[in-house]
């Protein structure tokens, strides 16, 4: 039986979504958020018969300016399942999120637009 060790992030977001937001802090969960965040994951498996596989993941955005936003995703992973040790990216992506209007409701919420380029 293979034995699993997980190093998790609590913020992993991947899903772009638009529509109302609170007025309240930003949250660096919500990819509508005007925050930089950088979350980093690290995963080692020890597979049976003497191999293993480690994965590294980094996610996160950085705003370029006020209403620009640059998201980033790279997954690193290395094993030697095969009996040969392979590395390599397994994933990177890149999106810009484009904010042109944000305007309130009320005094607790507001509306924001974001167009999206990956």
């Not at 034995?3 to 991947?14: D, V």
């Not at 484009?98 to 974001?114: E, G, H, I, R």
């Amino acid at each position: 039986m293979a034995r699993h060790f997980t190093i998790q992030s609590l913020l992993t977001p991947s899903l772009l979504m638009a529509g109302i937001a609170a007025g309240a802090e930003e949250n660096a969960s919500n990819p509508l958020a005007a925050v930089n965040n950088t979350d980093i994951r690290y995963q080692y498996f020890d597979l049976e018969g003497g191999a293993d596989r480690q994965d590294a993941f980094i996610d996160g955005a950085y705003m370029l300016r006020p209403d620009l936003k640059l998201k980033y995703e790279l997954h690193y992973n290395s094993t030697n399942l095969t009996g040969a040790r392979f590395s390599g990216f397994e994933k990177t992506s890149f999106k810009m999120i484009y904010f042109p209007s944000q305007k309130p409701l009320n005094d607790t919420w507001t509306v924001k637009s974001a167009l999206g380029l990956e």
